[in-house]
Each structure stands twice: as C-alpha cells, then as structure tokens.
C-alpha cells in the first residue's frame, strides 16, 4: 500500500490561499496579521494535519529555532523572570530557549559568547545587563549574523535591538516619597560599580535629594553587589551611624530584604524606627515582612517585548514593539514617616 504523502507548507499556502510567507507568520506567531487570516489558516493546518518540519525549516535559514539568553548577573530573581517573559512569547511556536551564564571580567568573554553562538547557530539573543551595555558585544552579533536585543536601564541602542527602562525617573519619584513622608536622613545601598542599573539608579536617588535641597554625605552611601548578602552588610555599616539613617533606599529587593533582616536582629521597628525601600518588585518584596515599599521594574514585559522583536519579525519584517518601559512606584508598608 502507498504510504500518502505528509502536507507541505506549499499545501497550506495553496489551500488557504496565501503565500507561504504568510503561513510562517501563522506557524511563529507573527503579531503582522490580522485575527482572521490567521484564523483561515490555522483551520487549514488543522485540517490537512501538516505538521512544520523545523530540521528543513532551521536548514533553509541556517539557523536553528533557538532564541539565547546571555547574562552575567548576580541576580536569580531577574534571570528567571526574563526566562519566563521570553517563554510566553515562544509557547506554541517552534523555537526554544537556551540560556548561557558568561564572566564579564574573563578576558576571553567575547571569544567564549562567539563560541556559543556559532555552536549553536541561534535565530537570536537577548543580551541582559550589564553585558548588554558592551558595544562590542552588540557588534559581535552583527558580525556573525545573530539577531540581537539589548535589555537595560537606559537606550542603549537603536529602538529594533533595544528594551529599556527608566530607572532614573523611577528611583527619583520614589525617593521623593520618602522626602514627602518626611525623612530627612536617608541612606542609599547602591548596586555594584560597572552596572549601568546602578549608576541610574544612583542618579535618580540624588536628583530627589537635591531637588529637595538636602545634603547626602558619602557616609550615607554603602555598596552592594545585588545579593542578600551584600544588602545584610550594608546595613550593618548604615545602622551603625550615629546618628543613623531613618530611612534607605535599596538599588534591588535582595539588598532591601538583607537591610531589613539587620534592622530586625538590632531590635528596631520597620517602619516605625526605619523605613526601607527597594527596587525591582520581585516575590520576595510581598512576602518578607512588613511587605516591601519598592519600585516595579517591568522586566517580565521587555523580556516579551525582546523575544517579540526577535521572532516577531522571522520574515525581515520590522515588529512594532515598544523599547522603553515605565518602572512604577509600589507602596506597602515598610515605609512610614519617622518617629518625632
């Protein structure tokens, strides 16, 4: 008996009356079509039972259904919340993930991510900071043909390989809520020296300071690295002031939640004796107590709107996808005027 013959995308294309251009579109997920052609065609997949061969499919672009996500960051949270924004976008279609840890401080880090990429011949990457803020990693990409999207805390780059966030603005409105409840003396816990998140962060905790005409001494300024760890021994050197701080703003969550845990060991209230403020409103900031007064940093959103405009635009078309992202100011109840 003859064995019939599996559908082809030429099948679609015919029956649905559409180019085959437009049946990739339907097969990745395109957001370049209108409800009802991909309705027609998807009812046309379904009944002819073609299934995409992404073996032919990877060999014709010479590239594999891979998107790459390339980090050198401390931080878990923020990982695994750009993994997930990314996997939305990617659920139902044929790429998939892969995900690549480097050491931005090894000298043969560019020589390492090239390796990587040629290996495994990705459709694209998502570069997270502070790697993102490397030019000549964004170069690297474009030499070698690898589509790519740079995640940050400022433009970085041209709007198709760029998502960013107003860090500056968002960290300025919220320090200005502690000014507003009244604090004077507020410390800062700033992130690690090389990450753009940082210095912005920094600037806008300053810019609320001196729009308000307040002094900040350096004494007022301890490192972190965005860990708990490095969060906990920052407020060591802060709450040991005198007089102390009565208030502190945290350039990520990890370093609030190490902050809170000193104040709690030293016997104070939170917010009664000290009022802590983060940043980046991960899980961690609603369920430590109190619940963490903290800034959203939308990173779930320009982690789908990166993958969007990396798959999004699988024919050479460009995606319409937002590049610049509004943090917003969070308030829970670790933040209250202080005593007196």
């Known amino acids: 008996m003859k064995k019939s013959r599996q559908p082809t995308i030429n099948d679609v294309a015919r029956e649905a009356g559409v180019s085959k251009k437009t049946v990739s579109r339907v097969i990745n997920r395109s957001p370049l079509l209108n409800e009802e052609t991909r309705a027609k065609v998807e009812a046309v997949i379904a009944r002819l039972g073609y299934v995409p061969n992404p073996q032919a499919r990877a060999l014709a672009l010479r590239r594999n259904f891979l998107i790459g996500v390339v980090h050198d960051n401390p931080n878990a949270q923020t990982v695994l919340r750009v993994q997930r924004g990314i996997l939305e976008v ?150 040991d002031l005198l007089p102390r701080p009565t208030a502190i703003f945290c350039s990520n969550d990890e370093m609030a939640a190490g902050v809170l845990h000193v104040a709690r060991q030293r016997g104070l209230d939170v917010p009664g004796d000290l009022s802590i403020l983060g940043f980046d409103d991960t899980t961690l900031a609603a369920h430590i107590w109190p619940p963490l007064t903290t800034v959203r940093w ?27 992202f509004l943090s917003t100011l969070i308030r829970r109840a670790s933040v209250a005027p202080p005593r007196g």
């Open 90 to 239: 990617l659920r139902g279609t044929e790429f998939e993930l892969v995900v690549r840890p480097v050491d931005r401080g090894s000298p043969t880090m560019l020589e390492d991510v090239r390796a990587f990429l040629e290996r495994q011949r990705l459709f694209g990457v998502v570069l997270l900071p502070p790697i993102s803020e490397n030019d000549a990693l964004a170069e690297l990409c474009d030499s070698i043909g690898c589509r790519y999207v740079r995640m940050g805390s400022a433009q970085l780059d041209d709007p198709d390989h760029m998502v960013a966030s107003n860090d500056r603005e968002a960290v300025k409105e919220a320090v200005t809520y502690l000014i507003e409840m009244g604090h004077r003396h507020i410390g800062l816990v700033q992130g690690p020296h090389g990450f753009r998140s940082a210095m912005e962060r920094r600037a806008g905790f300053e810019d609320a300071l001196e729009a308000a005409g307040i002094p900040h001494p350096k004494s007022l300024v301890a490192d972190g690295n965005y860990t708990f760890d490095s969060g906990f021994q920052a407020g060591v050197r802060l709450l």
């Open 298 to 324: 939308p990173v779930s959103s320009m982690a789908r709107s990166a993958a969007l405009k990396l798959v999004g635009g699988l024919d050479g078309d460009a995606v319409e996808e937002p590049s610049m």
